[in-house]
């Protein structure tokens, strides 16, 4: 038997999730249509992204989340959005700031293009 340690899953996986606000929207709709007496209630795509939020790290997998309001809903709850340890923002309003990065001391915010604020362990930079 193999010690922790020495399993290997296999090469580090990226999942990028593009408008992940819309993209959330339509597989709770498409659920809703599609659900038949006995399944489950939530989506099972849903459940499927909170546990690659929760456990993908171990599994070398890695969620890239692109959103315009990366609200609770669109992620499956604020404790989901906490697995982003890096949290990047671009012309953001000062209700997404606190929603997003509470603990970041909000910069001034720039109408420049381009111009991102990198939120890593509660600093911003």
């Known amino acids: 038997m193999h010690e922790a340690e020495d399993w290997d899953c296999g090469p580090r996986v990226?999942?990028?999730c593009e408008e992940l606000n819309a993209t959330i929207g339509q597989l709770v709709n498409f659920w809703a249509d599609a659900r038949g007496k006995g399944d489950p209630k939530r989506s099972p795509a849903v459940s499927a992204l909170a546990d690659l939020l929760f456990m993908g790290r171990s599994a070398k997998d890695n969620v890239l989340a692109i959103a315009q309001m990366l609200t609770p809903r669109a992620i499956?709850?604020?404790?989901?959005?906490?697995?982003?340890?890096?949290?990047?923002?671009?012309?953001?309003?000062?209700?997404?700031?606190?929603m997003l990065v509470p603990e970041a001391a909000m910069p001034r915010a720039s109408r420049t293009l381009w111009r991102w604020q990198v939120v890593i362990g509660g600093r911003a930079t």
């Open 14 to 16: 990226l999942v990028i």
């Open 76 to 98: 499956g709850g604020p404790e989901a959005r906490e697995n982003f340890g890096i949290r990047c923002l671009a012309r953001y309003t000062a209700n997404n700031w606190k």
